[in-house]
């Protein structure tokens, strides 16, 4: 039997971009892309030096440059397309994040001067067996970039990762993470996207072995123009793994656009897999689009349970009148349903002065937007 | 004192059929501290004269007025009625995905009175009437609604009706769906709430059975939208004996 091209897991791989036909902008995974923007980044030439970025130290976390020859690079994931292709065989270097702490440390890396040149960056994060770690790349300022950021998550280890956009209006941002979660192990990985002009992060999880689990966390805020999307991407590849996806974002303005796509992947040996995901938009403004489009493929029939709900809409009327018989204004009654909305995530990321920021910031964009 | 007029009330709703006429001249006059019974069966308007004169959107006044101490009650917004001092107990409350009822309760409570109440006795008057609900304390970090069974919706109205201090409470089958225990729970809730600040009640139910424990002065009959007989208790007496065939034969 042949397997056809859309299925997720016989997708190419290849680190050289030569591999990859050009981008037309009709393809699968870039039908919904900007792709005319993007061009530079998915073909062009990109800066492969050592990127800027600051971390404080801690105790627990080493950061250190290794040459991308090193076995570990590649080991959770190769690109799967051009621009990470591209991104891949460019930098020079991978910044590795190597985590060895049993009590729980977390660790900010911050890169907020990339600077408007197209470039290339390279992650590799490192949890050891029966570490606990938080890792947030915080991102702001300018940036025209392609990544490829790798997780390995050792046995028994407990991993947060989280990634957070708040880039300058006109930055483009083209990321591929790649994660293999060992036995046992645990993997929380939360996308965050708020400002920027066009948001592309790809996460994928490889549940490799016995009882590996991964929470997939996404909230996104797209203003006019703005275009956010995520394609993620859960592989149960071992028995009794599990995993949980859960993207919310809101849409605000003429032209603001969401993508998700969210393929599960369930394979003949994921015995006993326990895996749900869903994706919810709201729509507060006319002009906005959100594409969202889950996806099951199950090659196994003993699992315990798969699922897969996908919702757009707009306000509610019927909880805005609730809210509005109580004496609060419509205004405050269209934050405090958002806000709810997207809460159910923001809550969940496990860094609670990272939720409390990002609630200010959502408050002061619907503030700003029903005005 | 206050007063809550309402006169020759005709509200219509658009279906997808066209419109759809359901209130054909109502009158009504709640002064405080008194309580109306509104009885009639099912489909007799009953709802939408709570929804209509709470605000919502979906009921079009085609003639008639809605007056709270002289007050235009039609020219206001939603919010702006609660805050001049009604309130309506939902039939069908809704749940509100992320927010809890502490957020919620302060919110409103906020917005009512124009300032934030002063957090220590806010927090104390919460716990004590929630605990006259029999309601948990766990129920504050719960989303509104979400997940509340029929008769817990029912007591957080009733907890927010104690809170709000309305002038005015419309209560829409608030004893549906409740067991004895409940029943009497969520009314005495509402006579407490009366004895506190002397607010009027228009009681919509089907059954007489809450009127055991609220006593009303006055019942309508309502049927086919409108109240086609008025009286004291003694009325919603006939009514538990002889039903509504005798109107709905008339109608
Ligand atoms: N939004 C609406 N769209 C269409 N029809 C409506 C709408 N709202 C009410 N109606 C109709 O108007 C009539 C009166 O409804 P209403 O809910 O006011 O009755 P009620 O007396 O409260 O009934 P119940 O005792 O069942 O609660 C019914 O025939 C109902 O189907
Ligand atoms: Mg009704």
């Known amino acids: 039997m042949t397997v056809p091209v859309q299925v997720r897991s016989a997708r190419p791989k290849s680190t050289n971009p030569a591999d990859f036909d050009a981008v037309t902008g009709r393809e699968l995974d870039w039908k919904f892309s900007p792709v005319a923007k993007l061009q530079d980044l998915i073909s062009g030439e990109l800066d492969g030096s050592h990127f800027d970025y600051h971390a404080p130290e801690t105790a627990g976390v080493s950061l250190s440059w290794i040459p991308s020859t090193d076995p570990r690079v590649g080991v959770a994931g190769l690109p799967e397309d051009k ?289 | 004192m206050s007063t809550l007029k309402i006169t020759d009330l005709h509200v219509s709703v658009e279906t997808d059929q066209g419109t759809k006429q359901i209130l054909r001249g109502v009158n009504l006059e709640i002064n405080s501290g008194e309580t109306h019974a509104i009885m009639g069966p099912n489909g007799s308007g009953k709802s939408t004269l709570a929804y209509t004169i709470a605000g919502h959107p979906k009921y079009t006044v085609d003639s008639g007025s809605i007056t709270l101490d002289g007050e235009d009650v039609l020219e206001m917004s939603v919010d702006e009625r609660a805050k001049a001092g009604l309130f309506l107990a939902m039939q069908y409350p809704v749940e509100i995905p992320g927010v809890t009822v502490t957020n919620f309760l302060r919110t409103a409570k906020t917005a009512i009175d124009g300032e934030a109440p002063s957090l220590r006795n806010w927090i104390k008057e919460v716990r004590e009437s929630m605990a006259n609900l029999k309601m948990d304390a766990s129920f504050s970090e719960r989303n509104v609604n979400e997940g509340f069974s029929g008769g817990e919706k029912k007591r957080h109205e009733i907890l927010q009706l104690e809170l709000l201090k309305p002038k005015f409470a419309v209560l829409d089958e608030t004893d549906s769906g409740l067991d004895v225990d409940a029943l009497k729970i969520v009314s005495e809730g509402v006579n407490r709430a009366k004895e506190n600040t002397g607010m009027g009640v228009l009681l919509i139910t089907h059954y007489t059975r809450i009127l055991r424990y609220i006593k009303p002065e006055f019942v309508h009959v309502f049927v086919n939208g409108k109240v086609a007989e008025e009286g004291g208790p003694e009325l919603a007496d006939r009514l538990e004996s002889e039903g509504y065939d005798r109107y709905t034969e008339i109608a």
């Open chain 1, 83 to 371: 621009a990470s292709a591209n991104a891949w065989a460019t930098a020079s270097e991978v910044l590795l994040v190597s985590l060895t702490s049993e009590n729980v440390t977390e660790i900010t890396i911050t890169r907020d001067a990339l600077g408007t040149t197209a470039r290339a960056a390279h992650i590799l994060i490192e949890a050891a067996p029966f570490s606990k770690s938080t890792v947030i790349l915080q991102n702001s300022g300018d940036a025209r970039l392609v990544e490829n950021v790798e997780i390995l998550v050792g046995a028994e280890a407990q991993l947060n990762v989280i990634t957070v956009q708040e880039w300058n209006d006109d930055a483009l941002h083209l990321a591929s993470h790649f994660s293999r979660v060992g036995r046992n192990a645990t993997l929380q990985h939360s996308i965050v996207s708020l400002t920027g002009e066009v948001i592309r992060v790809n996460p994928s999880a490889h549940l490799a072995e016995d009882g590996s689990s991964v929470t997939m966390l996404g909230v996104y805020f797209a203003d006019a123009h703005q275009h956010i999307e995520q394609q993620v991407y859960v592989n149960h590849d071992a028995p009794h793994s599990k995993s949980r996806v859960t993207y919310k974002g809101a849409l605000q303005g003429e032209g603001a656009r969401t993508v998700w796509i969210g393929d599960v992947l369930i394979g003949n040996k994921a015995t006993g897999t326990d895996s749900y995901e869903q994706n919810r938009n709201l729509m507060l403004t006319d002009g906005t689009r959100a594409d969202s489009i889950p996806n099951l493929e199950i090659e196994t029939g003993d699992i315990a349970g798969a699922g897969h709900a996908s919702a757009t809409g707009r306000f509610d009327d019927e909880q805005l009148f609730y809210l509005q018989a109580r004496g609060i204004s419509e205004e405050e009654a269209r934050r405090l349903v958002v806000r709810g909305f997207l809460n159910e995530v923001v809550q969940q990321l496990g860094v609670p002065a990272l939720s409390e920021r990002i609630e200010a910031y959502l408050s002061a964009e619907l503030e700003a937007g029903v005005k």
